[in-house]
């Protein structure tokens, strides 16, 4: 049940755009297409933006966009706002735990 | 629509016991699997457990094997977390979500002294 793998920090400008990525391995991230990233801004609890390595909730932006490519996993965020500033974690599902990466602050500048 | 409200958190010491509680609304409860996640301060999630929609699967984390114990009432519409044996490392906010994962709770501070 080892963590997946993320960049502890990104930035951007606003109006660009960022990819966040997250590795594991092919008994997680690689072997299922279970992977979903959240959002956090502090004093909050996480919101689902992405689930099944690429679907958006309903009311979530189009900015946020998710894909993998082996073991792993990317969110990438388009037209970066102030408001996107925020922690992001990326987590898999596997038939018998789920695992959250270490978390990504995103910077926007 | 989907509301999951946890209750039970606290201040408690090494060594003893806490039960949550999470309470659902805005979706039929017994379709669903349930999640526990955790939080500690200024830390990254943890996966604590998951109960299937009746109870018959559940899965926990290595961190709290033999300790902790998920439970659910569908009549209820609850999800619960019984704690045991609680330790300093178990100090967070526990949050109580929806399947694996959707929604989410706001979730209940956990505070355990030494």
């Known amino acids: 049940q080892s963590a997946l793998t993320q960049p502890a920090s990104v930035s951007g400008s606003p109006g660009q755009s960022i990819t966040i990525s997250c590795t594991g391995t092919?008994?997680?991230?690689?072997?299922?297409?279970?992977v979903s990233w959240y959002q956090q801004h502090p004093g909050q609890a996480p919101k689902l933006l992405i689930y099944e390595v690429s679907n958006r909730p309903s009311g979530v932006s189009n900015r946020f966009s998710g894909s993998k490519s082996g073991n792993t996993a990317s969110l990438t965020i388009s037209g970066l706002q102030a408001e996107d500033e925020a922690d992001y974690y990326c987590s898999s599902y596997t038939t018998s735990s789920v695992i959250f990466g270490g978390g990504t602050k995103l910077t926007v500048l | 629509q989907v509301q999951l409200v946890e209750s039970g958190g606290g201040l408690v010491k090494s060594g003893g016991s806490l039960r949550l509680s999470c309470a659902a609304s805005?979706?039929?409860?017994?379709?669903?699997?349930m999640s526990w996640i955790r939080q500690a301060p200024g830390k990254g999630l943890e996966w604590v457990s998951y109960i299937s929609t009746g109870g018959s699967t559940i899965y926990y984390a290595d961190s709290v094997k033999g300790r902790f114990t998920i439970s659910r009432d569908n009549a209820k519409n609850s999800l619960y977390l019984q704690m045991n044996s609680l330790r300093a490392e178990d100090t967070a906010i526990y949050y109580c979500a929806r399947g694996v994962v959707d929604y989410w709770g706001q979730g209940t501070l956990v505070t355990v002294s030494s």
């Open positions: 092919s008994s997680d991230v690689g072997g299922y297409n279970y």
């Open positions: 805005g979706f039929t409860f017994s379709d669903y699997y």
